[in-house]
């Protein structure tokens, strides 16, 4: 079990009157289902993590098609608004090319309201446990083995990470324990976005 700082703030500017969408790019957990519960929710789980195109990367494909075989991965419907995206430590098993057409392929289903969680490994040095992860409490995180072998990770720098999301940003960012660290990630408005480093 991990405990979260920056979980809790996902929930700070919900409207609880409508329906909860959550993406969790990571395996079913029992937690997060049971946690989730407790609200008029939409649950997608999508596991990324096994996705072949994004564990061999091939350079010979164009980053619109990398964008593409995101959204038919994520398998979203066309209408639908994100309110909360459990992205866990997705990003550190992504090279920039592959967050930057992440964050491209889920632009249609996010708004100015859309949250989202991260884990991060900030240099080398940080072990990233093989795990997949859980929401138990607002501030308690459950995590497990994942199974299959651990693919190479790629540390990312809070300012790098930050240069990838394009329309988002980190808004938080908190150092855990075990020496890994929690983002907290909002849309960030055009001003910001424009002055983003592009390099």
């Known amino acids: 079990m991990l405990h979260s700082n920056l979980a809790a703030a996902m929930f700070d500017s919900l409207q609880t009157d409508k329906r909860l969408v959550v993406l969790d790019v990571g395996m079913a957990m029992a937690a997060t289902v049971d946690f989730f519960s407790q609200f008029k929710s939409k649950l ?3 596991d990324l993590y096994s996705e072949a195109f994004v564990s061999e990367i ?8 990398l964008v593409e075989q995101f959204r ?7 209408n639908c608004i994100i309110d ?12 920039g ?37 859980g929401l138990m409490t607002e501030d308690k995180l459950t995590q497990c083995p994942r199974s299959d072998e651990q693919r190479p990770v790629y540390p990312h720098s809070q300012r790098d ?7 988002f940003e980190i808004n ?3 150092l855990m324990s075990d020496g890994r660290v929690e983002y907290l990630i909002t849309r960030c408005n055009d001003s910001v976005r424009v002055k983003k480093p592009i390099f």
């Not at 091939?58 to 098609?65: A, L, R």
């Not at 038919?72 to 066309?78: G, P």
């Open 44 to 46: 997608l789980f999508v």
């Open 58 to 65: 091939n350079e010979e494909v164009s980053h619109q098609q």
């Open 161 to 167: 990470l930050n240069s990838h999301l394009d329309y």
């Open 72 to 78: 038919q991965a994520l398998a979203i419907d066309d």
């Open 172 to 174: 938080k960012s908190r």
């Open 84 to 95: 909360i995206c459990l992205f866990w430590d997705f990003f550190n098993y992504l090279d």
């Open 97 to 133: 090319t592959l967050i930057k057409a992440f964050i491209e392929a889920l632009h249609p289903y996010v708004d100015e309201h859309t949250r989202g969680f991260g884990l991060g490994a900030l240099n080398s040095r940080c072990q990233l446990p093989n795990s997949c992860y």
